[in-house]
C-alpha cells in the first residue's frame, strides 16, 4: 500500500499488526486504533488552532490598518503560544454559589461540539475520520452539544449577567438552525444521501452552481451559528459584561475561544464540503493529497470571507438578528427548499445544462422577489409617523389654561 495513496489505511493496518502481534485480541485491537485515531485528529486540530488564532488576528490587523501581532518571533508567530502559557499558569477561580459540574464540564462541551464535526468531514476521499451514512444529521446533533456547553456556563456561574448572556447566545443560534437545516436538506436531496463524503462526489457540477440562494442562506446561518460578527451578541461585553465567560478564568476561559476559532475554521470546512465539491478536483481520486489541498484552498477562500465580516462590520442589535432569521431567512429557506425540490424533480430527465440553468433561472426569480420585498419592507419602516391632530385645541396661554 503506497504512503501517497491511502496514508491513513496504511497506519490503520500497521497498528493493527503490531497489536495483535502483541497477542491483543482482534476486535480489542480495532477499538484501540480507533481510539488512538480519534486522539490524534483531536489532537492536531486543537494544535492547528494556535495557528488559526495567530493568522486570524493577523489578518484582522491588515483589514483595520494595523499591524496585529508583530513582537515575539518572526511576524508575530509565537505570540499565540505565548499567551498559551500565560493561560496555563493563571490560578482557577471558582465563583461562590457555582453549580461546580456545569460550571466546570461546560467549556470541555463547547469544544467537544466542535471536535465531534471533524470526525465526518472528508479531507480527501479516503482521509476522514468515518463516512457515516447520517453525516449531515450527525453534524446538526453535535453542534447542540457545544450550544449544550453555552448554557451550561451561564447557569452553573450563578451570575445573572453570564446566565442573560447564555440565553441570548442560546436564542440566536437555535434560531439559526432553523434556516441551516432547510438548506442543509438541498445537497442532500441532489446527492440522495446524507453521507458527507457522498455528497461531495455527487457534485458534478458543484452545488453552489444549482442552488445559490441556498448557498448563501446556509452560509450566513453558519456564521450566525457561530456567533461571528455581524451576529456576534455572544461578545457585546459592552451590554452584559463579557457574557457567559465572565466568570471563568485561565484555561477554562482559553477553552471557550478555542472552540470559536476552531469552529470558525470548522464551518468553512463544511461549507466547502456541501457547496464547493470538498476535495473534488483535478486527479484528486488517484491522489488523495491533492484533494486534500483541494479542499485546504477552498476552505481557506470561505474562512477568508468569514474574518473579512468580522473585520468590517457593526453588530446587529438583538432585535435586528432576529428579525433577520425570522422574517428573512426563514420564509426564505422554506421557499427555496420548496422551489428547488420542485424544479429538480421536473428537469429529472433533462441534460446537465438544461437542470443547471432551470435551477439557476428559479434562484434568480426567487433572489428578484426576495429583493423587491426588502425594497417595499424598507420603504414601509423609512415612512415617517404621521401624528394626528389634536382633537381638543390648545391654551394660547397658561393664564387661560388655569382659568
Known sequence: MNFWIDPI????????????????????????VYFLGAGVLATGAMVFTVFLIWLERKLIGRFQDRFGPNRVGPFGIFQTIADMLKIFIKEFITPDGADIIPYNLAPILAVAGVLFVWAVLPFAINFLGVNLNVGALYVVAAGAIGELGIILAG??????????????????????EVPMILTLLIPVMFAGSMGLNDIVKAQQP???LLAPMAAFIFFITLVAENARAPFDLIEADSEIVAGINIEYSGLKFGMFYVADFLHCFTI?????????????????????WLGFLYTLIKTSVVYFIIIWLRAGLPRFRIDQVM?????????????????????????????MTGRILGLLAANLLMLLITLRFLRVYAQRKRRPLVVPSAAVELPDSVEEALS
Do not use: C, H
Not at 157 to 174: D, E, H, P, T, V
Not at 323 to 351: E, F, G, H, R, Y
Open 9 to 32: 489505511g496504511l497506519a490503520s493496518t500497521w497498528l493493527m499488526g503490531l497489536f495483535l502481534s502483541w497477542g491483543l485480541a482482534p476486535d480489542f485491537a480495532q477499538i484501540l
Open 206 to 208: 458543484w452545488f453552489i
Open 323 to 351: 428579525d433577520i432569521n425570522w422574517k428573512l431567512l426563514t420564509p426564505l429557506a422554506i421557499a427555496v427548499l420548496a422551489v428547488t425540490a420542485i424544479v429538480d424533480k421536473t428537469l429529472a430527465q433533462s441534460s
Open 155 to 176: 447557569w452553573g456561574s450563578n451570575n445573572k449577567y453570564a446566565l442573560l448572556g447564555a440565553f441570548r447566545a442560546i436564542g440566536q443560534m437555535i434560531s439559526y
Open 268 to 288: 468553512s470546512v463544511l461549507f466547502t464540503v456541501l457547496f464547493l465539491g470538498g476535495w473534488q478536483g483535478p486527479k484528486a481520486e488517484q491522489y488523495p
